[in-house]
T-cell receptor, first 114, second 111 residues
Framework: DAGVIQSPRHEVTEMGQEVTLRCKPI?????LFWYRQTMMRGLELLIY????????DSGMPEDRFSAKMPNASFSTLKIQPSEPRDSAVYFC????????????FGEGSWLTVV | RKEVEQDPGPFNVPEGATVAFNCTYS??????FFWYRQDCRKEPKLLMS???SGNEDGRFTAQLNRASQYISLLIRDSKLSDSATYLC????????????FGTGTSLTVIP
């Protein structure tokens, strides 16, 4: 079975440019999560969706970040304009909404803003 | 206050040693608990769930103390392949489906 698929795997961009990260969750999973990981702060939950609806976006750092989930099989995380401090690994994860369910991660998008 | 607190380590242990990791969580409403493992430059992957009565999976034993909001992981007979970062993950939050990750505990098993 296909896992969570993220693209791009690696991106290097210049400060001020728009960055769009993409995610395809595991088929049948109702919840989708975006996390950011840095050495200093570990894995931070940015936003999560249930049935394509954003439930908690309190982790989104600021207005430069936005996330959408137009359908059950696709989500985007956009940064505009990007800044060097946004450099991190961005993980997308999905989970079925059942008691005791666990969460499955994609391989991550490694973003470097120069 | 952080949702999850873990000793970052690093723990450097010889092969065959027993090592224990601890974790505390702040949300008393958390309902499910997990340990994840993350290898260098890889995504986190589920190691095991943690049940109230404690549970074992081969060389790995997990314990949960709800009263103290404390989770532990014990690894017996450490192998070189156990070298990784171990993440404590309570699940809960206001909507019940948020997974909170600690910063992880780094383990290196030395030959």
């Amino acid at each position: 079975d296909a896992g969570v698929i993220q693209s791009p795997r690696h991106e290097v961009t210049e400060m001020g440019q728009e960055v769009t990260l993409r995610c395809k969750p595991i088929s049948g999973h109702n919840s989708l999560f975006w996390y950011r990981q840095t050495m200093m702060r570990g894995l931070e939950l940015l936003i999560y969706f249930n049935n394509n609806v954003p439930i908690d976006d309190s982790g989104m750092p600021e207005d430069r970040f936005s996330a959408k989930m137009p359908n059950a099989s696709f989500s985007t995380l956009k940064i505009q304009p990007s800044e060097p401090r946004d450099s991190a690994v961005y993980f997308c994860a999905s989970s079925p909404v059942t008691a005791g369910n666990t969460i499955y991660f994609g391989e991550g998008s490694w973003l470097t803003v120069v | 206050r952080k949702e999850v607190e873990q000793d970052p380590g690093p723990f450097n242990v010889p092969e065959g040693a027993t090592v224990a990791f601890n974790c505390t969580y702040s949300n008393s409403a958390s309902q499910s608990f997990f340990w994840y493992r993350q290898d260098c430059r890889k995504e986190p992957k589920l190691l095991m769930s943690v049940y109230s009565s404690g549970n074992e999976d081969g060389r790995f034993t997990a314990q949960l103390n709800r009263a103290s909001q404390y989770i532990s992981l014990l690894i017996r007979d450490s192998k070189l392949s156990d070298s990784a970062t171990y993440l404590c993950v309570p699940k809960g939050g206001n909507t019940g489906n948020q997974f909170y990750f600690g910063t992880g505990t780094s383990l290196t098993v030395i030959p």
